[in-house]
């Protein structure tokens, strides 16, 4: 899933910080069709991200395109 597209379509130039390691851990957890089910307060206490911080990288990434959410369910999508 993590491929060139990432930065030729420009997303390291446009993500933040925090929405680049949401992304990377959520790549590194999930199925082999991009699925995971992690708790939100788990992944904030792993990633070192208060609420602000998570609810803004998870916002930027599904604008991006670059995930789907559905509380408890984590998808993340090719980036193109």
Known sequence: IIDH???HGGYLHRLSHE???LYLFLVVV???NGRSFYAD???MGMLRLDDDEF???R???EEEGLIDY???YWW???PF
Do not use: S
């Open 70 to 72: 559905r509380r408890p």
């Open 76 to 78: 993340v999508k090719k």
């Open 41 to 43: 307060a788990t992944i």
């Open 59 to 61: 916002l930027q990434l």
């Open 5 to 7: 597209e990432l930065l």
């Open 19 to 21: 929405a680049m390691i």
């Open 55 to 57: 609810d803004n990288a």
């Open 30 to 32: 999930g199925d082999r």
